[in-house]
């Protein structure tokens, strides 16, 4: 038996020549056909968003993220709570940075691994370099770029879709 999950693929922005490829493929990671619901980003002018919330098998977060990889001018995050025998994850993708993975909690909350920890605490003895490698396992790069068009998402509508299988 498969472990179902969901979570929620925001298109923070996107180009209007983009839409539909990023339909397209939100589609095949998700195994049904897909029509988002865009709106105008008033962050960025010219730019729309869209968001979905989404359930599937475990995994579908990094398929969904990943068909999404590396597209210029597109800004996303994808979240998938966790589940019976999964922790949960979020991606956030920005052009100038790329893609950031995390592990997150059940509220939510990244989880920094004791290994990366350790990582930042022996990266060169003084606070700034603590600072810079827990920053660089926190996202906080992808979190600064991308709020702005967070914000300008909130009251946006949100669809369920469900794959079915």
């Known amino acids: 038996m498969t472990a179902i999950t969901r979570g929620v693929l925001y298109v923070h922005s996107a180009t209007r020549a983009l839409c539909p490829h990023i339909e397209w493929a939100t589609g095949e990671a998700l195994g049904r056909t897909v029509t988002l619901e865009w709106s105008e980003q008033s962050a960025g002018p010219g730019l729309l968003r869209a968001e979905i919330t989404w359930q599937g098998t475990q995994g579908t977060g990094a398929r969904l993220a ?7 001018h597109v800004r996303y995050e994808v979240t998938e709570d966790p589940s019976h025998g999964s922790d949960g994850a979020r991606w956030s993708h920005t052009p100038s940075l790329g893609i950031f993975h995390a592990v997150t909690d059940v509220h939510g909350n990244i989880v920094v691994p004791e290994d990366r920890i350790r990582t930042a605490l022996e990266s060169g003895g003084n606070v700034a370099d603590f600072t810079r490698a827990m920053d660089l396992a926190l996202g906080t790069a992808w979190d600064e770029e991308l709020e702005p068009f967070r914000y300008a998402g909130q009251g946006a509508p949100v669809r369920w879709l469900h794959r079915v299988g």
């Open 66 to 72: 990943s068909a999404l990889r590396g597209w210029e």
